[in-house]
């Protein structure tokens, strides 16, 4: 059974930092191209960064610079650093694989960025 557990979400002030883990059980996440995504009341997911099986990263231009996306393969996890936060990245944040969404979605976790 494969399972996604996306944690670390948080309410915070404007300027402030986060840390992400998505967390994968039952299958290998090294064999994947990873992708975080985040959704708005409304709105469908949309991707925020990826980062391939290779480990190369890939931003949003609205994350670029703020944003690290990584992966801890040892612990079958995908992680995204999150820094100088602004209201605009509030939502809720998803991990799946890309380019297709071959695991199935988590809970996601929630980031409130509000002064």
């Known amino acids: 059974q494969v399972r996604v557990v996306e944690s670390g979400g948080d309410l915070v002030q404007p300027g402030g930092s986060l840390r992400l883990s998505c967390a994968v059980s039952?299958?290998?996440?090294?064999?994947?191209?990873m992708a975080w995504f985040r959704q708005t009341p409304g709105n469908q997911r949309a991707v925020v960064a990826r980062?391939?099986?290779?480990?190369?990263?890939i931003y949003e231009a609205s994350v670029q610079g703020r944003f690290t996306v990584s992966r801890d393969d040892a612990k079958n996890a995908v992680l995204l650093q999150m820094n100088n936060l602004n209201p605009n990245d509030t939502g809720a944040y998803y991990c799946?694989?890309?380019?297709?969404?071959?695991?199935?979605w988590g809970q996601g976790t929630q980031v409130t960025v509000s002064s």
């Open positions: 980062v391939t099986a290779g480990g190369s990263p």
């Open positions: 799946n694989s890309f380019p297709w969404n071959q695991l199935p």
């Open positions: 039952g299958t290998i996440v090294s064999d994947y191209n």
